[in-house]
Each structure stands twice: as C-alpha cells, then as structure tokens.
C-alpha cells in the first residue's frame, strides 16, 4: 500500500475531533460518530497487515528540517502490533467512557472525547513514525493532549496531578530523550529506524553506547522506569476512562513501543548485547517490578493500586528490551499485548465499581462480588492474566520472558520473574476474593447492581480477550519473530 495510507491513518483520528466538536449539543450523534471513527481507523490499520506479512514496509518522507531529520512515517511489525493495540480497544474505551461519563454526570463530556481523539491520532503516530524526530514529535503530542484529560475535573487535586504529570513527563523528554536523539544523529548521521540498528561502525563504545541508552530510558517518561515513575500515580486523579487510555490504549504502551523500537532499530540487538549497552537496565528493570508490585500491596486505594501495578508490568518489556536478544524483543512485544487486554479489563471493572455504588478502596469492596457477577469476574480473569497463569494471555509472555532470561544466561531474572507473579497474586487476587467470599460490611446500600450496560459489555469483551489471545499469541509471535530474523 501507499505511504500515504499511513498519513491518512494518523490524520483521520484528529480530523474527526472536529465534527466531534460541532456534536457536542446531541451527546449520542457525538459518541456514536466517536465510535465510527474508532472502526474506520481499525479497518484501516487491518488493511496493513496483508502487505506487512507478505514483507511490504510502507513510507512516506513528508519533509526534511535538516539533512537526516525528517517527518518520515514508516510501518513495520512493531508499529503494527501497537497500532492494533491502540485502534482496537479505543472503540471499546468510547462505548466505555460513554457509559461511564453519562452514569457520573461528568461535565465537559465532549472536550473528553476529543482529546480521547487527538490521544489516538498522537498514538498512532508514534506507531508509524519512521525516524527519532517523528517519534518524538508525536510523543510530544501525546502529553500534551492527555493533560486536558488528566485534569478533568479541575479541581485542586486534579490540577496537582496534572502538574506532576505534565511535568516530569516534559522534563525528562526534553532533558534527556531529545538530547538523545541529537546524539544519534550527531555519530550517525541519520535518526531512521533500521533493521539491524544505526550505531554499529559509528565508533562509539561500551560506556558511550550505555551511557545514551540511559539518556533514552529516562527521557521515555512514560515508559514508568523508576524513578521516573512518580507521574502515573498522580495521574489517577482523572476519570476512570482516561485512567484505561493511559495504562492500555496509548501513553504507557507509547512508552515501552518507544523503548522497544529504539533498542531494535536503533541500537540493533547485536550491537546492543555486544557492547552491553542494555545490561544496567535489566537490574534496573527488575528493580522497579519488584519494588512497584510491593507497594501496590499496600495500597487501598484501587486504581492507585492498579497504577503501581503497571509501573512494575511495563518493566516486563523494557526489562525484554534490556535482554538485547530476538527473544526478547518477541517476548516485549507480546506483553504490550497481552498487558493492553488485562490492564484495560482492571479499570474498566474499576470505573464500572464506582458508578455502579462509588466505591474506590479495596477495603471497601467486601462482599460486592455477588451483586456485580460480571464485572468480579471479568477482574478476576484479567488479573489471572496479568500474573501469568493459562489459559490466560499474559501466561505466554512471561513464559517466553523466562525463556528470553534463561538464553542470555540472566538465571537471577528467572527468580526476579518468579517472585513477581506471587506479588501479583497477594495485590490482586486479593480484591476478588474480598468481592465473592467476604460478607458486605455494615455501610453497603441495598440494591447495588450491574453498572450500564456500556460499562459491563465492554469489560466482558476485553475480559473475554485475555482468554482469546491465549491460543492466538502464536501468529504475534511468529510474525514479529520472522521479522527480527527468522522465527522466534
């Protein structure tokens, strides 16, 4: 296909935020033109998938700023995995977020939804950026449009968590991701994605090439690396839609694509492993897995809880990344997957919590199981998911994440893995169990039901995605594998 299908795929999201605009005085025209827009862009994104197996790479160079810096939109099987990511749950996250704006009387519905649109548009160009300049211009596009969604509310803590979020997020890209890109283009001349990487033969060394992976993991914000971390709980003061868009659809997922693509394309995994460019980064990996997983024990607050649960889950790809193996890149990219349908399921079963009795701690969660059947069980799946245990989706990406330790002969990994997925059982198999074997405290209201039906039946899809992927992850596997280089 066309370059210009790629263009099109990222501009079709943000011009649709215009009539979504001029609808905004008939709530169900606006939503329902949301959601055709959300169809439209998946349709189109599937279109690319027949050219990509058959080993078409569409592109199209926009313009050039300077020789080597260029707009430049380029598709190859990561982008594509994380453009379906991102195109097939929004749709789901409108129906969602319609449900959910409507049941809390939330104001300024529609600025909500197209900001949601000009979020997937910057998504969107992340996946087919071509070169460091593009990806950076769209990540930057990204924070900037989420922040109105942070904030939503506009009240003093809402405002607070915009500021952390807008904040570190903007400081370390321009303080260390964009110096990093310069770098690059300063030694290589170039900042195009490409097969292999750009940096072997430039002359640079073990401590140069570790010292600019740095620069590229702290200045990719959104990837939650610790201490870099701080933001996302602090972003939890937005509407439970946005929090699901972040953690699932687009700015999390943008971050930990970046981290991946970069250390495939622009390091290379050859040259990365041979200069051990990536090997302080697979400690630091583990450390934030472990060390976000024990503090969502203690966190009663449930999408706080859920928050540090993704910081630890996002460092399961970058710590796939850091292994600087095929193996691993394959693993990674599994679990932007497998993670997307799982964290997506929490907190939609979260916001579907709070319309449906406006309840956001965990202690306050005892014995509702048996008044919202469906939403506790589509928890309870995405969260067996999510710890790794078949036949649920997350099982393959954790198991090929032990396989990928055990090939670069990081055996401490297998442990660091290991002692992950029993964290991930005590903070969140424990909300389930309060929900269905613990009677209802003295405060629950009689009466409480279901959530509407736009909140349950999207859960119940994703939910039932963590199942499905479990016997699809195969051909991700296999396609992303073949395209690193023969198979997996």
Known sequence: MSGWWLVALVAWPALMAAPIVACGRWPNLRETLSVITGLVLLAGVILQIGPLVDGGRPDILLFSILPGLDLHFALEPLGLIFALVAAGLWPL???YAAGYMRGNREPDQTRFFVCFALAISAAIGMAMAGNLVTLFVFYEMMTLVTYPLVTH??????REGGRTYIGLLMTTSIGFFLPAIVITWLISGTTDFTAGGILAGTGIGSVGAMGLYALFIYGIGKAAVMPVHR???AAMV???????LLHAVAVVKAGVFAVLKITVYVFGLDFAYQTSATAPFLWLASFT?????AVAIYCDNLKKRLAYSTIGQLSYIVLGSAMASKLGAVSGSLHIVTHAFGKITLFFCAGAIYTACHRKYVSELNGLGRAMPLTFTAFTIAALSLIGLPPMAGAWSKWYLMSGSAGVEEYALLGVLALSSLLNIVYLLDIPARA???PGDAETPKGIAEAPAACVIPLCITAAGCIALFFLAHPIIDFVGTALGGPA
């Open 153 to 158: 509310h506009g009240d003093a803590e809402s």
């Open 231 to 233: 933001w996302l709980p």
């Open 289 to 293: 897995i472990i060390a976000a997983s």
């Open 93 to 95: 996250t409108t129906i």
């Open 238 to 244: 937005a509407p439970t839609p946005v929090s699901a």
């Open 436 to 438: 269905f074997f613990l």
